[in-house]
């Protein structure tokens, strides 16, 4: 089968590192798996309502889906430590916020991005980091421990290194999670910041978010290797393969890296197979059609994370068959979608973030040279 035939592949998904004996999501309570659940939703409510208020013309901007691609975002940031590092591409917008948001969303000294900051980004408010200035996705923080994204495909992967690196001379155990489309993998940078953090055992996680397109170029015109994974074996690192689309197996596989990474026996790739529902932008919806058949998109979007991660936390006990019919946000495009799909507190959240982005100003027009050449004493 083709890699762009539209599967994001399950059950098959192997593991070329360490094999545990007791999987990390073995070791997670109830209210994790629950909480797992929910951020699957505010990941998914997220990018609908932006979608939806881009459509009004209520925004500008591009908008960079990550609709499908929620169980890699939370699987891989869900258990991470406060003082690890994060950095997260142009279709990661919710890894801002869901940067160390577990359990208590609103809580204010989190070492992530408010939802009001992220909404003031998004709505191009005096209140965000990048005040109108660039890109949604282009910030960071380094108070948050989230690296600054930029355009540069896998430019962010020698930055980490770097900042692993330091924070490891300062006598810490951060790790650094990076996040990178298959389409990077094929830079130059990719492989010498990889090399790089291998020779020095760093501890960088790269994960790479394989959706099997690279704007509209497929996966096996960007890597000659069945799995990008299969890359590592070159740095002689562990590769793993997750089923991006089952939130616990990518918990699992970066969990695993974490650990690895954490015990300073150095960097891993985990490749996260995965489905780009839309366009590659809202700019490429149209012409979408156009390069992907119909069907193979129908078929990569059949799997859905909340769908999937439902299913697990039924099997396991963890909510009955009337809870689970209660929101039905999966399989449906933003347009399909309504708020009572979604949980209330998921809805109400967001709509906090929104209400304080529309109520903040736009930053003074004087603004626009500043920041841009060195300031004048
Ligand atoms: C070095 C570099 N080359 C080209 C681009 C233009 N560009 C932006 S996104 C993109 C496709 C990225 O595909 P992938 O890495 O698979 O991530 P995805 O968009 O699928 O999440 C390209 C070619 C860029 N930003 N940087
Ligand atoms: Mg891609």
């Avoid at 600054?148 to 290194?161: E, K, Q």
């Avoid at 170029?217 to 991006?244: H, K, M, Q, S, Y």
């Avoid at 695993?256 to 015990?263: G, M």
Wanted: aromatic fraction near 8%; glycine fraction near 8%; charged fraction near 25%.
């Amino acid at each position: 089968m083709s890699r762009t035939s539209g599967t994001a592949p399950a059950a098959n998904a192997t593991q070329k590192g360490d094999t545990p004996s007791i999987r990390p999501r073995d070791l997670l309570s109830k209210e994790d798996c629950l909480e797992i659940f929910r951020q699957l939703y505010l990941a998914r409510y997220f990018d609908v309502r932006l979608i939806k208020e881009k459509r009004l013309g209520h925004l500008t901007g591009t908008l960079y889906s990550s609709h499908n691609q929620e169980g890699v975002l939370v699987g891989s940031l869900y258990g991470l430590k406060p003082n690890d590092w994060i950095s997260p591409i142009h279709r990661d917008m919710p890894a801002f916020f869901l940067k160390d948001i577990k359990f208590d969303w609103r809580r204010a000294d989190r070492m992530g991005l408010s939802i009001e900051e992220v909404c003031a980004q998004v709505w191009g408010r005096v209140g965000s980091p990048g005040r109108a200035r660039d890109n949604w996705s282009h910030i960071g923080s380094r108070s948050k421990r989230i690296i600054h994204s930029t355009s540069m495909l896998a430019g962010t992967i020698p930055v980490a290194a770097g900042v692993v690196y330091a924070d490891r001379l300062d006598g810490g155990d951060a790790v650094c999670v990076t996040f990178n489309g298959e389409g990077s993998t094929a830079q130059g940078i990719f492989h010498e910041a990889i090399n790089y953090a291998a020779v020095h055992k760093l501890p960088v996680v790269t994960v790479v978010e394989n959706n099997q397109w690279a704007y509209g170029t497929p996966a096996e015109l960007e890597c000659p290797t069945t799995d990008v994974a299969d890359r590592a074996r070159g740095f002689g690192i562990p590769g793993l393969v997750a089923d991006g689309q089952d939130v616990f197996d990518v918990y699992d596989k970066v969990m695993t890296a974490i650990n690895y990474a954490r015990s300073g026996r150095g960097p891993s790739i985990v490749e996260c197979k995965t489905f780009r529902a839309y366009g590659h932008g809202d700019h490429d919806d149209d012409r979408a059609n156009k390069y992907r058949p119909k069907e193979d998109v129908e078929k990569g979007r059949a799997r859905d994370p909340i769908a999937i991660c439902r299913a697990t936390l039924l099997a396991l006990g963890h909510i009955d068959a009337a809870h689970a019919e209660t929101f039905r946000a999966e399989g449906k495009n933003a347009s399909e979608a309504k708020n009572d799909d979604f949980p209330p507190e998921v809805v109400t959240f967001l709509n906090e973030g929104i209400e304080f982005a529309l109520q903040s100003s736009l930053p003074p027009a004087d603004e626009g040279a500043k920041w841009v050449f060195r300031e004048a004493k």
